[in-house]
């Protein structure tokens, strides 16, 4: 039984580039509410976070960067190549990460929760977890995510998956393991068999979608047996001369989620977005040309910060093209700013600004809490 009480609280873990987030992704689809212990790390060292000065203290000044914040890369040359050093940084972080996560499950309303975390079998938090599961993916495709998706130079990504233990040690401590070296669809079919053989309090959790009426717009949360549906609206409206195939927005599903605007059952328009670190990004927004955005966007958006805000969500950032950041009464009656990444006043949105925008888009901000749920760390 978990720490948390009412709570089913699964534990995800395998080594680097084994697809992990992937995973977490398809239990958030299937109604689970997702934590990502090591972007929570990342958030316990920031400038306004209790761990900076004992990392500073630790490892010196000459871990930060320009604006006095802990350059993580800086930080990783010193903790991936030396055990020790990576051991007191783990006995800074860690005991923060945990409690940061027991402030999230505490609050959070779905029945079931997933913590992500790489080091989860290294520290007492797997004790917490009622069931552990692992993603398992052969070297060579390790390898090959690490230099594609991570752009790591091919000696790098050899030294991380050095130092990592063997992947069989994991697998041997798990409950569940997920084979993640092939497609999206062949992961998909595990990690719902394995959802499926849950015990009965996972039967309580919301699952997705679920359609609401406003008007004469229906909104469903997207899965991924809409992906042709999905697909097929991409391809017609040729944003950027794109066309999209449906094993494309298959692949998508395992990094983010879709909502779907439809009239008179028919598809007319898609936001993506998904949220990490409690902030919520829409990057992706597509709308038939013979509709009224200005009536559309609103219902889409209102459904996006619902859904948001029930997963703990402290700010909205909304990426649009040129023509739609345009739309200045729509976006000052939706409570949004255009903004700058660096403009925003935390760290974790400034950062999820910086690796989320896509290049020519505008920056939309909008703060959905003002009692931000990391504070009491």
Not at 152 to 162: H, I, K
Request: net charge neutral.
């Amino acid at each position: 039984m978990s720490s948390w009480p009412g709570k089913y609280v699964i534990g995800l873990t395998g080594n680097i580039a084994t697809g992990k987030t992937v995973v977490r992704r398809m239990l958030e689809h299937l109604g689970a509410y997702g934590i990502d212990a090591d972007a929570l790390a990342h958030r316990a060292i920031a400038r306004d976070a209790p761990g900076y000065k004992p990392v500073v203290d630790t490892f010196g000044r000459w871990i930060l960067g320009p604006d006095l914040q802990i350059d993580r890369s800086r930080l990783g040359t010193i903790v991936f190549s030396n055990p020790e050093a990576l051991t007191l940084l783990e006995g800074i972080v860690h005991p923060l990460v945990r409690q940061a996560i027991d402030v999230i499950v505490k609050r959070s309303t779905q029945p079931v929760a997933v913590i992500e975390a790489i080091k989860l079998l290294e520290t007492d938090l797997h004790k917490s977890c009622d069931s552990l599961w692992v993603t398992f993916a052969p070297q060579m495709v390790q390898m090959a995510r690490l230099m594609d998706n991570r752009k790591m130079p091919e000696s790098e990504a050899r030294q991380r998956l050095t130092v990592q233990p063997p992947q069989e040690q994991k697998i041997n401590q798990a409950n569940v393991v997920i084979r993640n070296g092939g497609s999206f669809e062949e992961t998909w079919r595990q990690v719902t068999a394995a959802w499926q053989r849950l015990p009965p309090i996972a039967e309580t959790a919301p699952v997705p979608p679920k359609t609401t009426s406003r008007g004469e717009w229906t909104i469903e949360r997207g899965k991924p047996r809409h992906s042709e549906e999905i697909a097929a609206l991409i391809t017609r409206l040729g944003v950027n001369g794109k066309v999209v195939s449906k094993n494309d927005v298959m692949a998508a599903f395992g990094e983010k989620a879709f909502m779907l605007l439809q009239r008179n059952n028919q598809l007319v328009g898609v936001i993506g977005w998904q949220v990490e670190n409690l902030v919520a990004r829409t990057t992706d927004v597509y709308l038939e040309a013979n509709i009224q955005v200005e009536e559309a966007l609103p219902v889409l958006i209102a459904e996006m910060e619902h859904a948001s805000k029930d997963l703990q969500s402290e700010a909205s950032l909304m990426f649009v093209s040129p023509k739609l950041a345009r739309l200045d009464g729509m976006w000052k009656e939706l409570g949004y700013e255009q903004r700058t990444p660096q403009s925003l006043n935390v760290q974790a949105w400034q950062e999820a600004a910086v690796e989320s925008m896509p290049q020519g888009s505008v920056l939309h901000f909008k703060q959905l809490r003002q009692d931000r749920i990391l504070r009491p760390i």
